[in-house]
């Protein structure tokens, strides 16, 4: 079903994704085939899946097996970046004001300043921005 798939990021996948590698015992490769995210297809979680490789929040390789579609990743870790990621995205309440309010502002957002609006968000629950 792979027509179906936009290339698009989509930050709700992006934050699953790194929760879910969080969880999985450390030192143990996984296939980006065994990261089963329900509402999402095999391919967009492979499409994300790269996308993390490539921007260092995840340690991985992209294999490509002749014409296979989507590739095969093999994650091996997160990174401290996809770490520090993943604690700023961690509450709900932070995760969706700093959506919000990234979505009204610029409608798409990079990973980079998805960070900074969580952080930002963070700060001024705290009392601190």
Same mark, same amino acid.
């Given at each position: 079903?792979?027509?179906?798939?936009?290339?698009?990021?989509?930050?709700?996948?992006?934050? !699953? $994704?790194?929760?879910?590698? =969080?969880? @999985?015992?450390?030192?143990?490769?996984?296939?980006?085939? !065994?990261?089963? +995210? *329900? /509402? %999402?297809?095999?391919?967009?979680? &492979? %499409?994300?899946?790269? !996308?993390? +490789?490539?921007?260092? %929040?995840? =340690?991985?390789?992209?294999?490509?097996? /002749? *014409?296979? +579609?989507?590739?095969?990743?093999v994650i091996n870790?997160? &990174?401290? =970046?996809?770490?520090?990621? @993943? *604690? #700023?995205?961690?509450?709900?309440?932070?995760?969706?004001? @700093?959506? *919000?309010?990234?979505?009204? $502002?610029?409608? &798409?957002?990079?990973?980079?300043?998805?960070?900074?609006?969580?952080? #930002?968000?963070?700060?001024?629950?705290?009392?601190?921005?």
């Amino acid at each position: 079903m792979l027509g179906a798939l936009t290339m698009k990021r989509d930050m709700d996948l992006i934050r !699953q $994704v790194l929760f879910r590698i =969080e969880e @999985a015992p450390p030192f143990n490769d996984m296939l980006s085939e !065994q990261l089963v +995210i *329900d /509402g %999402y297809s095999c391919e967009a979680v &492979t %499409y994300h899946l790269v !996308q993390l +490789i490539k921007s260092g %929040y995840l =340690e991985g390789k992209i294999l490509r097996m /002749g *014409d296979a +579609i989507p590739p095969v990743c093999v994650i091996n870790m997160i &990174t401290p =970046e996809g770490h520090d990621f @993943a *604690d #700023a995205a961690r509450g709900d309440t932070i995760w969706n004001a @700093a959506k *919000d309010r990234g979505k009204k $502002v610029a409608g &798409t957002l990079s990973l980079a300043t998805m960070k900074a609006l969580l952080i #930002a968000e963070a700060a001024r629950c705290l009392g601190l921005g």
